[in-house]
């Protein structure tokens, strides 16, 4: 009886400290299913925080109950504190069709700091479009913010609000994310090509909170293959939905985070990619 009251407590005072620090109380399975590796996952607080957990065993994965067209996706994470390279958290946008669309944030593990963030997009099954950061800050202690925000016109990573990479859309066919995708996160083994993973550090667990999406889900429009629709009609307009620039103060940052943090950048790369991509 002790225990599941101290429990209890423990509960309602996060889902307080969570409206006050301005966080969404959104419940994980309002927006969200778990995917694979349900003996990997755990839902606290309500279910307005989950953990995803790997071992030699399994990861675990969730994504939403929809697909949307465009959005501003948004997620609270907090990477394992356990350092090992090999364990992948990610964070990301796909359509999970065979020549699918994907917008990714992965945490690569390794042994630091620094800790590197990689960003990708795929478009028609190619990727290759890295951008990789190290973090200004130690994810594995705190929970930070990571938003993408996707419409007809661009790609914006954001990262505690600083904007950290935009993907132009240049109107080129096959250039530029367009199918509806879902959202989703996981934590899996990578060490095929991330580094050995050190099992004897296992398990390694990663949590998650902040549950809201505010998209233009795939009921505005009935083709995930294509087009915008409905998402872009006077029915449908907000803030992500257009052709909004980043402000004098994020153009600043941006270029601020990448002169310092930018590791790697695919465009300039010409060992791995001779013939540029077409937004290079």
């Not at 964070?91 to 669309?101: I, N, Q, V």
């Not at 994810?139 to 661009?154: A, E, G, I, M, Q």
Request: proline share 5%.
């Amino acid at each position: 009886m002790e225990s599941f009251l101290l429990s209890g407590l423990l509960g309602f005072l996060m889902v307080n400290m969570l409206l006050a620090s301005g966080i969404q109380e959104i419940r994980f399975y309002r927006y969200y299913n778990v995917t694979w590796g349900n003996s990997h996952f755990s839902s606290l607080y309500n279910d307005t925080e989950v953990q995803l957990t790997l071992d030699q065993s399994s990861g675990a994965g969730f994504e939403s109950i929809s697909y949307y067209q465009s959005g501003l996706f948004n997620m609270r994470i907090k990477i394992p504190e356990q350092k090992s390279p090999g364990v992948l958290t990610a964070f990301y946008l796909t359509s999970k069709e065979s020549l699918h669309d994907e917008v990714d944030f992965e945490f690569i593990g390794s042994n630091g700091p620094p800790y590197t963030l990689s960003t990708n997009v795929y478009t028609k099954g190619v990727g290759g479009r890295e951008q990789n950061f190290h973090l200004w800050f130690d994810p594995t202690t705190d929970f930070h913010s990571y938003k993408l925000v996707w419409n007809l016109y661009r790609v914006v990573f954001f990262v505690d609000k600083i904007p950290i990479r935009v993907f132009e859309n240049l109107g080129a066919k096959g250039t530029y994310p367009t199918q509806a995708m879902k959202v989703a996160a996981s934590i899996w083994n990578a060490q095929d090509w991330a580094g050995k993973i050190d099992w004897s550090k296992a398990p390694f667990t990663a949590h998650f909170q902040d549950f809201d999406i505010d998209g233009c889900a795939l009921r505005y429009h009935p083709n995930p293959m294509g087009g915008y629709g409905g998402c872009y009609s006077d029915h449908f307009s907000t803030p992500w939905t257009r052709n909004r620039t980043l402000s004098a103060r994020e153009m600043m940052q941006y270029h601020n985070v990448r002169r310092k943090y930018l590791i790697y950048d695919y465009c300039k790369d010409r060992t791995r990619y001779p013939r540029p991509f077409p937004e290079c």
